[in-house]
């Protein structure tokens, strides 16, 4: 089952963990130095805040179970003529994960991801960094839609 993740940058972590506990009714199930994150099932989501973009929504995403899903909600971004940027093995947000990273027609970021495993480090995005870097311009809240030529 697909789960959607939000992640929303925050100029403060614990003011905002603590009005998010109080919203979900939960706490959050990781909490760091600069991130915190809430697996949800009423409503099933991927809650995550973080310190390290400006403030507001950094990105959002599918959370998908297994590689396979992975692969087929890839292959409908490609199949939509979308540029990925794929990543295996990548070391974001706390976690390992293999991803597909696309831009949507406005500019906002979507994730596409399946966890494997926990990480010791916040570690970065090398996908989407090799997005942004090739973009002139790029809108306020997000990466714009892709060029035609690929980096990756």
Same mark, same amino acid.
């Given at each position: 089952?697909?789960?959607?993740?939000?992640?929303?940058?925050?100029?403060?972590?614990?003011?905002?963990?603590?009005?998010?506990? %109080?919203?979900?009714? !939960?706490p959050a199930s990781v909490v760091k130095d600069d991130y915190a *994150?809430?697996?949800?099932? #009423? $409503?099933?989501?991927?809650?995550?805040?973080?310190?390290?973009?400006?403030?507001?929504?950094?990105?959002?995403?599918?959370?998908?179970?297994?590689?396979?899903?992975?692969?087929?909600?890839?292959?409908?971004?490609?199949?939509?003529?979308?540029? %990925?940027?794929?990543? !295996?093995?990548?070391?974001?947000?706390?976690?390992?994960?293999? *991803?597909?990273?696309?831009? #949507? $027609?406005?500019?906002?970021?979507?994730?596409?991801?399946?966890?494997?495993?926990?990480?010791?480090?916040?570690?970065?995005?090398?996908?989407?960094?090799?997005?942004?870097?090739?973009q002139a311009g790029s809108a306020c809240c997000g990466a714009p839609?892709?060029?035609?030529? !690929?980096?990756?």
């Amino acid at each position: 089952m697909k789960r959607l993740h939000l992640h929303v940058s925050v100029p403060d972590l614990a003011q905002s963990i603590r009005f998010y506990e %109080t919203l979900f009714g !939960a706490p959050a199930s990781v909490v760091k130095d600069d991130y915190a *994150k809430w697996m949800l099932d #009423d $409503p099933r989501v991927n809650f995550a805040i973080s310190t390290h973009r400006a403030a507001g929504l950094d990105h959002v995403g599918i959370q998908v179970e297994s590689a396979e899903e992975l692969s087929e909600l890839s292959g409908r971004l490609k199949a939509a003529g979308a540029q %990925t940027f794929d990543e !295996a093995g990548a070391t974001c947000c706390y976690a390992k994960s293999d *991803k597909s990273w696309v831009s #949507d $027609p406005a500019g906002l970021r979507w994730e596409t991801f399946h966890t494997l495993g926990e990480a010791t480090t916040y570690g970065e995005d090398h996908a989407m960094a090799a997005l942004e870097a090739s973009q002139a311009g790029s809108a306020c809240c997000g990466a714009p839609a892709p060029k035609a030529s !690929a980096c990756c």
